[in-house]
């Protein structure tokens, strides 16, 4: 099958590599129909996590239909058109009986590998690394999918594939985001960051009752996207001389009641902290550009709310005397997708949310060494790139 391969940093090719297969009686092998770019890929693509051997067919947001089931699968039917979140689940483990499904004891075969780090490892996730796992991953004419009944959700005839497709990662990031802040009504949250998982954490604290939502970036096609198809209201960081002033002074000295980090350690920013971050980020000093974060801890209002949604590795400059002092809630984790999924489809045939703006540039699989060329560099105003694999041929399905 033709498959993006990673092999080596910021070196992507699309090969031929062996189909997906059945491993376990419980995997599913899906057909990919739509697969997504991420930007937590760009973190291996370009050198900053470690992990990646060459030829791993990487991606973990997908949409597809199931062409083969294992003998011990007894939800999911070939033929199922279905929608797969990004980190696999056992649905059997303390975490997954207790809906923490992205820190599935089951699911990672390279657990070791994480521990030294993290402590206790994570649950698996598609083409992510081999510490996570080692996964074949979704930009891919099929993906193997463990755990078949837990992880593939039919996607009601009412959404279509583009939208569905979403549901994989940014949507149930997003909410979960929105979801961890506890919203009230009457309730400001700030998020940062206008990308697919900010936009949709955006819009997420609207359906959970947010009265403003305050999105920051510094893209004016993004923040376009926020104020037309979210909602929010927005602010370009770039255009003042203080983000955590704007704050305070449009929520009359108190600051927003939560913030929803949704950026990661990639980010942009603006100061003398952030020149010290790229500087010490490009010799490898450390893993993050925290700038993000950093602001997040400084501008929710005192015992406010900061889910951070972004993926960080070892950031050596975090504010814990202020997380101490302000009295804050700082919540945060990998999507926990299993556990949102339903009511995030039941959103979408009903209208109340919507996702297919994401896709701005569609392509083909074919086509993706350039796809993400473009979504890294945000190039002609790019939110996301979309992959659709090529005919399949010759495959014996």
């Not at 699968?73 to 303390?94: H, K, L, M, Q």
């Amino acid at each position: 099958m033709r498959a993006l391969v990673w092999n080596g940093v910021n070196d992507l090719a699309v090969e031929t590599v062996p189909d997906a297969a059945i491993v376990n009686p419980r995997d599913v092998v899906v057909q990919v129909s739509l697969s997504s770019t991420c930007g937590s890929d760009l973190h291996f693509i370009d050198g900053y996590l470690p992990g990646m051997l060459p030829g791993d067919v990487f991606g973990h947001e997908f949409m597809g239909r199931v062409v083969e089931v294992g003998p011990g699968v007894t939800r999911v039917r070939v033929d199922d058109r279905v929608v797969v979140p990004s980190f696999i689940a056992c649905g059997n483990c303390w975490y997954c009986d207790r809906e923490l499904y992205s820190l599935c004891d089951t699911t990672n075969p390279h657990a070791a590998a994480q521990q030294p780090v993290l402590g206790y490892p994570s649950g698996g996730i598609y083409g992510y690394t081999q510490p996570f796992g080692g996964y074949g991953g979704s930009h891919a004419e099929f993906i193997r999918v463990p755990f078949g009944d837990v992880n593939c959700f039919t996607v009601p005839p009412e959404v279509d594939d583009l939208s569905a497709l979403f549901v994989s990662d940014a949507v149930p990031t997003g909410y979960m985001g929105a979801d961890f802040c506890d919203i009230s009504p009457g309730d400001t949250v700030a998020v940062f960051g206008a990308g697919a998982v900010g936009l949709m954490a955006a819009a997420s604290a609207r359906l959970l009752g947010a009265e403003r939502v305050i999105v920051v970036d510094r893209l004016p096609e993004r923040l376009e996207l926020a104020r037309t198809r979210v909602g929010a209201e927005t602010l370009d960081y770039s255009e003042v001389d203080s983000v955590q002033e704007f704050l305070r002074e449009t929520t009359g000295g108190r600051g927003p009641d939560a913030v929803i980090e949704a950026v990661g350690m990639e980010g942009h920013g603006t100061g003398v902290q952030n020149l010290v971050d790229r500087a010490k980020q490009a010799v490898r000093l450390e893993t993050d550009r925290a700038t993000p974060l950093r602001e997040a801890v400084l501008a929710v209002r005192k015992a406010g709310t900061v889910a951070v949604l972004g993926v960080y590795g070892l950031t050596d400059s975090f504010p814990t005397g202020v997380v101490l002092n302000k009295g804050l809630t700082i919540r945060s984790a990998q999507q926990h997708g299993q556990r949102y999924v339903p009511r995030l489809l039941n959103h979408l045939a009903s209208g109340e949310l919507e996702t297919s703006f994401l896709a701005t540039h569609p392509m083909s699989l074919e086509d993706s060494v350039r796809g993400y060329d473009v979504f890294k560099h945000k190039t002609d105003g790019c939110l996301r790139a979309v992959f659709t694999p090529a005919p399949v041929v010759a495959t014996g399905r």
